[in-house]
Every structure is written in C-alpha cells, then in structure tokens.
C-alpha cells in the first residue's frame, strides 16, 4: 500500500513538471503563445526572428497598418523597441512611428500604425542589451509595397544555439 501511495506521488510531481497548467506562473503574450514557446506558425508574414544574439531581417519592409511578430528564439529577454535615429539606443519615435514589445521570452506582436507616413524608416533595438547584440540595430521601412521576403534569413555574425538547437 506504501509502494502505491510513493508511485502517484511521484506522478503527481513529474506530471506537474511537465506543465500542463497556468499555475506555474508562465506568462501569456500578446499573440496569445506562451512565453518561451515560439509558435510554428507566426498569425502575420511580417516577422522579426531573435537568435543568437541577432535580429533577422535587418530591414523590414511593411505597409501602414502592418501587424508584425517578433519571435525571440533566444533563451533570454529581448525586445524590439523603436528609437529616432539608429545607435541612440533609448526609446523614441521616428516620423510619428514608435512601437516597444517589452522585455519578453516566446512571442510578441506590435501594429504599425495606420497612419504611418510612407517612407518613413523606423530604427529599433534591443532595450535589454543595447548595442552588445551581435546586430544591434534593425529597421522597419514603411513602403506601399513591400518588396523585401518576409521570411526572417540566418543572421550572419556568430551564432549561439538557441533552445532547440541551430535550425
């Protein structure tokens, strides 16, 4: 009877490891994903990836009204945080433009605004690690068109394995 009661007890605490519930203070982003769990499929194809220390694209061309993903592959905090001119490295607006993820893990979306001014360009940065980041500035262009893959490309510096490896 002993030997019973231990083996659900142990169950119990391996079933708990494993997640299957809210209590364990795991935080829920915008887009609804858990934090920490990048979703496969991004809802937008408008999409900056953080990995190894680096934004991908660097350059990302997107029309007024745009909902963007930002996918931090990482396993630390990271943000995309506009700033008014590249290398400033303090939050700010550029053309009327501004948009900040906060600190996060997982999964995050912003919206450009609506009435964003084509051809503006929108410096951003990471607020948690400033210019140590192995590409510490990106870009959002605002176009009518957008002619850059929005298919996030490896960044070229070197890389750390995120969580699941180098894909």
Known sequence: MRSTTGWGALLAALLAA?????????????????????????????????QGMA?????LEVTPGTTVTVRNLDGEVHSVTSQSTPGAFRPGSANGVSFDTG??????????????PVGAT???????????????????AIVATPTTPTTPTQPTGPTAPGPYGNM
Do not use: K
């Open 122 to 140: 929108v410096p951003y940065f990471c607020l948690s690690h400033l210019q140590t980041m192995v590409t510490p500035n990106g870009e959002i």
């Open 55 to 59: 934004f991908s694209p660097l350059r």
């Open 18 to 50: 494993c997640g299957g519930g809210s209590s364990d203070g795991e935080s829920t982003t915008p887009s609804g994903t858990p934090g920490g769990t990048p979703a496969a499929n991004p809802s937008s194809s408008f999409v900056i990836t953080i």
């Open 103 to 116: 600190l996060f893990t997982g999964q995050r979306t912003f919206t450009i605004p609506a009435n964003a």
